[in-house]
């Protein structure tokens, strides 16, 4: 079982358009990274959040903790090809960091 | 710097042999992790160290050791490979811990036949 849930598990839309993951759970977490993962390598660090309610944006890229700390989205506006890939959530919790499966991207042309 | 490197990138063993996963990082950090990447699984935590002479389990540990002499290398051992154990495996490190930014090798694709 997953501590983090991560939906959708795909998404595919056209370029221009916008889009939200989630990353859902039952538990607190003390903070939260998001993460992208291109074919073939390992996952890279888009940011981290700390504070409940927090928002942080990364150009396009817009990233919420949830008030209570159990969750968090990311919302990407007018999406590009560049954006394509595996976006990975993961929580610390008790001094280990927990991952979800992850919400693949396809953003086309 | 090279980051974070792992060895091989590639590898297919028969059931029952035992073999070692290299993971080297010259970042100077403390932190050094293994995990798994099973598809619609994410990433599952192996094992951890906190430093040199320190280590620890993760979610699942069953069937890998490992060892921290060095800061600077991480070596992951499958005493004896199971058909289960095929997955894509990551190394990462970190300069803090767990909060800190997780620096993560390229990986290696394991194949148990």
């Known amino acids: 079982t997953q501590l983090l849930e991560q939906s959708p598990q795909f998404l595919s839309i056209q370029e221009g358009e916008n889009l939200t993951v989630y990353c859902n759970s039952s538990s607190v977490f003390s903070s939260l990274q998001w993460y992208r993962q291109e074919p073939g390598e390992g996952p890279v660090l888009l940011v981290t959040v700390v504070t409940g309610g927090e928002v942080k944006k990364l150009k396009r890229l817009t990233f919420q903790f949830g008030d209570a700390r159990k969750d968090s989205s990311l919302h990407i506006t007018a999406a590009q090809t560049g954006d394509t890939g595996l976006y990975l959530c993961?929580?610390?919790?008790?001094?280990?960091?927990?991952f979800g499966a992850g919400t693949t991207v396809t953003v086309r042309a | 710097n090279a980051g974070v490197t792992q060895t091989p990138k590639f590898q297919v063993l028969k059931t029952g042999q035992s073999m070692t996963l290299q993971c080297a990082q010259d970042?100077?950090?403390?932190?050094m992790s293994w995990y798994r990447q099973d598809p619609g699984m994410g990433l599952r935590l192996i094992h951890y160290s906190v430093g040199a002479g320190i280590t620890d389990q993760g979610e699942v540990p069953n069937g890998y050791n490992v060892s921290r002499s060095t800061t600077e290398d991480f070596p992951l051992r499958l005493l004896s490979a199971a058909p289960s154990q095929t997955s894509v495996y990551f190394c990462a490190s970190s300069y803090a811990g767990v909060t800190d930014t997780q620096y993560f090798g390229p990986g290696t694709r394991l194949t148990v036949l």
């Open positions: 993961a929580g610390v919790r008790d001094y280990k960091l927990s």
């Open positions: 970042m100077n950090h403390e932190y």
